[in-house]
Each structure stands twice: as C-alpha cells, then as structure tokens.
C-alpha cells in the first residue's frame, strides 16, 4: 500500500503550486509597489520641473498666479492623491559676494524662506555676482494602498532651479 502512494504522482503540480503561489503572489505586489512608487517618485519630479519653469517664463509674479501654478503641480500628481504635496518657489540672486539670498518666496503646504536669508540649497557656484534663479522645492509623501512590501509611506524630495527666460530677475509684485 505504501508503495502505491509513493508511486502516485497525481497531485504532485498541486503541492508545487502551493509552495511556490504565495512567493509568486508577493513577488508580484511587490513589483506592483514598486512600480506605484516609483510612478509617484517621477510625477512628484515633474510637479517640481514644471512649477520651476512655468515661474521661469515670467518676469513677473503676483498671489493669483503663483496660486495657478500651484494648482498645475497639483493636477500632474494625477491620478495619485495631491493632499500630501507640498510646495515652495522661491527667487534666490547672488549677492555682491555670489552668496544666494532669497529675494521672494511662497509656499502653499512648505513654510516661505524669508527675504534676506541665504539660500542653502543652492549648490556652490551655481550663481555669480548679481546672478538670480528661480528655486522649485517639492516634498511629496506617497501611501501604497497595497502595503504588502511597503507598509510605510515613502517621502519624495525635489529641488530645481531654473534662470529666468524674460528678465534678469522674476519680481514678486505684491
């Protein structure tokens, strides 16, 4: 009896079916995760490229524009959730010694640089003397709705800086 049940090879792909699905099926939302999350990483990317550069076209900004062009950062993040996005634009120019000062700056969920204060995240000898440019700073923090490989939420930093294209300087117009 015994050697007949040995011999029986019916249900041996069923075993290795059960043993081999749950990796498989963690393999696959993992990689889903991952996807999701690096799909969040880039559109986070392109909110901070692009509210540099719609800024950068002006030589000018006021409240109601700077306000549009929050809401086109917010409306790239789709179709993932803008609620966690936060931004800040700043215009940072060189002083006499090349050192970046902040000359305005906004922000809709970041806290506002103040005027004056010297600007740190500008890399080293990206500005000369009298040199301005228009800094775009995005912090995104992205939720998997799987949680399976990622039970945490993953938090998306950005910065650019953009020269602006009409004017030396983008001035603030209150």
Known sequence: MLRSFG???????AIEFA??????????????ELTLAMMAERRASHAASVVADLVAQSSQMNAT????????GDAILAPFPASTLKMRV??????????PKVVWSRGDGMTAL???????????????????V?????????DSPLK???????TFRQTFFLKPRKSPEVVWLG
Do not use: C, H
């Open 7 to 13: 011999a029986d090879r019916r249900g041996v792909a």
């Open 19 to 32: 043993l081999i699905a749950p990796v498989m099926i963690l393999l696959y939302l993992g990689l889903a």
């Open 65 to 72: 524009q700077m306000t549009d062009v929050f809401q086109v």
């Open 90 to 99: 700043s215009s940072v120019k060189a002083d006499a010694n090349a050192v």
């Open 114 to 132: 103040g005027a004056g204060a010297t600007a740190t995240a500008v890399p080293a000898n990206l500005l000369a003397s009298g040199d301005s």
């Open 134 to 142: 228009v800094m775009a700073e995005v912090s995104y923090t992205w």
């Open 148 to 154: 399976k490989t990622l039970p945490n939420a993953l």
